[in-house]
């Protein structure tokens, strides 16, 4: 499994699923977590049935916060 990575003040992380649906049910989810939190990642599905996911805090001046962390524990919690 693929661990997050901070590549250019944003932490990003690869999921890739069955099929495409299954993939936009974990957009969905994610996009649950990011409302209830507060929070919005980048959300970018391709090649079918991969969802690459980035995160950083704009009102901290675009970089990774401990909110970035706290948001892709929450992510990672969905694929468990």
Known sequence: ???WTEINNKLQ????FENFLKALDFVNKVGQIAEQSQ???DIQIHSYNKVLIETQ????GHVVTQK?????NLIDS???
């Open 1 to 3: 499994m693929h661990t």
């Open 39 to 41: 929070h919005h990642p």
């Open 68 to 72: 970035d962390h706290d948001l892709a």
């Open 57 to 60: 805090t704009h009102d901290q």
């Open 13 to 16: 992380k690869e999921f890739q």
């Open 78 to 80: 969905l694929n468990a």
